[in-house]
């Protein structure tokens, strides 16, 4: 394994990590997605997580979200580890990481407005949420995360009526209104054609601003253009983990090579 | 090792499987085709004296119609309300598995009970007439609604939960903004068919007397009073005709 400039030093090495992934093992039955990783990210630091398929570039992307546990090792979300048995202070944690999915995972049957508010599902209490189905609350809020994402006019549209493009920005939108520290992305383009991943890209670098943005990508050049750092995955290893600029084609030849 | 079957073995199989099967279920009908040839006079007999209907009884008939009606939305409101929480804790990927099997259990229960043997229970209760009879109904509604929800409840993209959890949501908010909006048609549009298989249930019902246009119907069949009974059955066909253009008109509205 390669270790290049593990934490660049541009950003302080004072400030607490936003993320941190201490010897994490992973296991599907008895298969090792994941093997020993560590990872730690700072504040406001834009990571490309790539690597063949079935590298378990996914896994650990639920597992920094706390949709999986780990099988050994631990996660921590601003220096608290992620695995709390109190359900409330892990929501409460959680409400600290935004998640867009490859497949949007948008609850196609409500409207737009529905969908964004999910967002303040974490800070909402149960009744509050209920009665805004029936009556929309936090309109402004969510009219203001549709204007960034450039969709000011959808908001009350059902959401399987929108394209590809529209939905993810939806899911975006949810992220503005949820205000994360963290943000992670799990293929957030690859259902989009090179104009929509674009504009995409742009506005997960532009909304994720001060925030830690983690994403798996798949287009090398986007993680190249819109990252600074580059973490490689291969067969459940990190495989290499430093700045854009440092890695070598050679490395990256070597991540994707087809044999063992 | 394995070695292969010809290709005509599988079908050829399957095939005798199921006839030996309804050869086998005929041994229990003791079926006998010189009675059945015999006995042709007698049901056109019966079926001559339910004609003409006796339509002096109309009145009466809508009277224990519209107690049919009432006691049907009772019932399958009551059944609804109770079939909720009984399939949610048997929906395998809303409930903690120790849940779903006795829930599951307890569906198959009340659905393996005959709605007639409900209603001698509730007629038992609480007398004879209607109350008997919504209870009846709505008890024997969630063998029905039940599985009906827990199925749409299991149908639920679960790609769409998770990201819901996700952001912090507690399990009663991923139900509201998760699983009830995909439900909510489906759900609906179930209910509404419960309603109107009530309907015909009451009917049924009125056996025991369990209230209703049933219970009616049974008098005067058992008076011999054939074209009254006839009446009753002509105004059941009317409602269960015209419910059941609204419902399905009403359940294409939701499937929108």
């Known amino acids: 394994m390669l270790r290049l400039n593990r934490s660049p030093d541009r950003l302080a090495k004072s400030s607490e990590p936003h993320l941190q992934v201490q010897g994490v093992t992973y296991c599907y039955g008895n298969t090792a997605a994941l093997t020993d990783?560590?990872?730690?990210?700072?504040?406001?630091?834009?990571?490309?997580?790539?690597?063949?398929?079935?590298?378990?570039?996914?896994?650990?992307l639920k597992l920094l979200n706390g949709t999986l546990t780990p099988t050994t090792g631990t996660v921590s979300v601003l220096g608290v580890p992620l695995a709390d048995p109190n359900p409330r202070r892990r929501r409460a944690l959680q409400q600290q990481i935004g998640t867009v999915y490859q497949q949007f995972h948008l609850v196609e049957n409500l409207r737009v407005i529905h969908n964004v508010n999910a967002g303040?599902?974490?800070?909402?209490?149960?009744?509050q949420a209920l009665w805004s189905l029936v009556w929309p609350q936090g309109i402004e809020t969510a009219r203001q995360a549709l204007a960034r994402v450039g969709l000011p006019d959808k908001l009350y549209s059902r959401t399987d009526r929108l394209s590809g493009g529209e939905q993810q920005r939806v899911a975006i939108a949810r992220i503005l209104v949820q205000d994360p520290a963290i943000l992670l992305a799990d293929e957030p383009i690859s259902n989009l054609d090179p104009a929509r991943s674009h504009e995409v890209m742009?506005?997960?670098?532009?909304?994720?601003?001060?925030?830690t943005l983690i994403m798996s990508l798949h287009a090398l050049e986007f993680a190249q253009t819109y990252c600074e750092r580059l973490v490689g995955l291969r067969e459940g290893k990190i495989f290499f983990d430093g700045l854009v600029t440092a890695i070598t084609p050679q490395q990256i030849t070597q991540l994707y090579r087809l044999e063992p | 090792m394995k070695f292969p079957l010809p290709d005509w073995v599988r079908p050829v199989g399957i095939w005798s499987g199921v006839v030996l099967l309804y050869v086998w279920a005929s041994w229990g009908l003791n079926l006998d085709l010189d009675l059945i040839s015999a006995s042709w006079p007698y049901m056109v007999d019966f079926v001559s004296r339910l004609f003409p209907p006796d339509l002096t009884v109309l009145d009466i008939a809508w009277r224990a119609l519209i107690e049919t009606i009432q006691m049907s939305l009772w019932g399958t409101t009551l059944g609804a309300v109770l079939s909720l929480p009984v399939a949610l804790a048997s929906a395998r990927n809303l409930a903690p598995t120790w849940l779903v099997l006795p829930a599951n259990l307890l569906q198959n229960a009340i659905r393996s009970v005959p709605s007639i043997v409900l209603g001698l229970f509730f007629v038992a209760a609480t007398g004879l007439g209607a109350p008997a009879g919504t209870l009846a109904l709505g008890i024997y509604s969630i063998g029905y609604l039940a599985k009906f929800y827990q199925e749409a409840?299991?149908?639920?993209?679960?790609?769409?939960?998770?990201?819901?959890?996700?952001?912090?949501?507690?399990?009663?908010?991923?139900?509201?903004?998760?699983?009830?909006?995909?439900?909510?048609?489906?759900?609906?549009?179930?209910?509404?068919?419960?309603?109107?298989?009530?309907?015909?249930?009451?009917?049924?019902?009125?056996?025991?007397?369990?209230?209703?246009?049933?219970?009616?119907?049974?008098?005067?069949?058992?008076?011999?009073?054939?074209?009254?009974?006839?009446?009753?059955?002509?105004?059941?066909?009317v409602v269960v005709t015209v419910i059941d253009g609204i419902s399905s008109r009403l359940r294409r509205q939701l499937e929108k």
Not at chain 2, 194 to 221: D, H, K, P, T
Request: glycine residues 12%; positive net charge.
């Open chain 1, 120 to 127: 303040q599902l974490g800070r909402w209490p149960w009744y």
């Open chain 1, 202 to 211: 742009t506005l997960l670098t532009h909304c994720g601003q001060g925030k």
């Open chain 2, 153 to 237: 409840f299991e149908s639920v993209d679960a790609r769409s939960l998770e990201s819901l959890r996700v952001t912090g949501a507690s399990w009663l908010q991923v139900a509201q903004y998760g699983v009830l909006p995909q439900v909510l048609s489906l759900v609906s549009g179930y209910t509404l068919y419960m309603f109107e298989y009530n309907i015909r249930a009451a009917s049924v019902l009125g056996i025991v007397g369990a209230g209703g246009i049933g219970f009616e119907l049974v008098n005067y069949i058992r008076s011999f009073e054939y074209p009254k009974a006839t009446t009753m059955m002509l105004v059941l066909l």
């Open chain 1, 37 to 60: 990783i560590n990872l730690t990210l700072y504040p406001g630091e834009r990571v490309a997580l790539i690597g063949p398929s079935g590298a378990g570039k996914s896994t650990l």
